[in-house]
């Protein structure tokens, strides 16, 4: 299992950082690593790193003076990596300078210890949050991946306006990964997990995991802080699938983001995005009963161009449709009808947008994606009862030579309506 995109990421840390080296031999002991710190191995030269998936991000790494070796010519890319150890590479990596180490941003824990100077510079550069650590700083606890994203996406926020409003855009969007549903990750770290998927400095396990909890590796470390680099000082504008998750977080869906349509005026003149919709009624034909539409999520799987999302809903085992764009939508079904049958909740829904067809193939299990059963659709959605779940449809991606244009329209209880257009 890798950590990050093997093409984009770089895994390591170092352990040598000037004079830190001599202060180094007593706290190495503490976490395992040996006491032969003395000197940087030759770049070229370590031993344990032939064949492993990030030899050549190390190598890099080293050469740019990043990372260093033991002594005995090893690297251990697989060793974990402390909160010292991170702190110090972190401050080599990043563009953002201070001389201030102000007594106010001074954590505890840190008296006579040879990272002291290079945590607090972190604090003071707002990487580091001193409320994370009011019971001491631990400096040579290890590193876990949750504290590493965090001290990555708080660190790209101060370095950049567009940056920390993306963090605050995705505060309630939907990360592409099986621990939104099965658990793992918490609301409030959601938007430091989104900045750096969004900006693929860190892309997750295979699995689209992220393992928060674990510690950290220094192979991983390495190939990590290398697309930091390339990352810092540009705009979060810059980044699509940022974007795509910014958008799901302002509106629901990732629209306007990835497909031709717009939100258009309706016949009031007023235009609304899906982010009107939420906690809205809406009426099921023939008083079935109604529906709210928390998020709509698209895919254009005839394009190059793929969606964050396309792990979590495209399955590799379904043949989607042409010359369509793919709709999932997350709604809730409040049923007023003991005799609501899958074609009947279809035809009831009278959008074009939403449908009660139910997701397929292994993304169900895997990402844990509620949607409506196989069979006995009329006893799940008995009267009385309210379901939250996941269905598909597809909607036109091409408009057909005899339409200049093509639009849907979703329309509240209170008769406000939500209307998507695409024009020649």
Known sequence: MVFLRKNKSIRGVAILFGTAALLLHDDAKAVGLTTEIAAAVPVRTFSDVGGHWAESLIRKAAELNLVQGYSDGTFHPDGKITRAEFAAMLNRATKQKTDTTAAEHSLSGLQNHWSQGEVNKLAVLGFIDQGDYKDGFSPDRELTRYEMIKWISSGLAQSEPSFKQAMEDTKGTLLPTPETYKGGIASDQIPYVALVKGTGIVDGFEDS????????????????????????????????????????????????????????????????????????????????????????????????????????????????????????????????????????????????????????????????LDTLPRTNVKGFLSKGSQNRVWVTQSIKEIIPDNRSSVSYTIQTESSDEVTIAMSK
């Open 209 to 368: 995991t992220f393992r928060l909890a674990q510690a950290t590796t220094r192979a991983e470390v390495s190939a990590i802080l290398m697309r930091f680099m390339e990352v810092e000082g540009n705009k979060a504008e810059q980044y699509k699938a940022l974007n795509e998750l910014r958008e799901v977080g302002l509106t629901g869906s990732n629209l306007t983001t990835i497909t031709k349509y717009k939100y258009v005026q309706d016949l009031s003149g007023e235009v609304r995005t899906f982010a009107y919709l939420k906690d809205k009624n809406i009426p099921l034909l023939g008083a079935l009963g109604k529906m709210k539409i928390h998020r709509i999520i698209i895919l254009d799987t005839n394009s190059e161009s793929s969606s964050i999302y396309s792990m979590m809903f495209q399955d590799k085992n379904v043949i989607p449709p042409k010359d369509m764009y793919m709709v999932f939508s997350d709604i809730t079904i409040n049923s007023n009808s003991n005799n609501i049958s899958s074609v009947a909740l279809g035809d009831a829904m009278g959008n074009g947008i939403t449908s009660s067809d139910r997701l397929t193939g292994e993304v169900i299990e895997r990402y844990a």
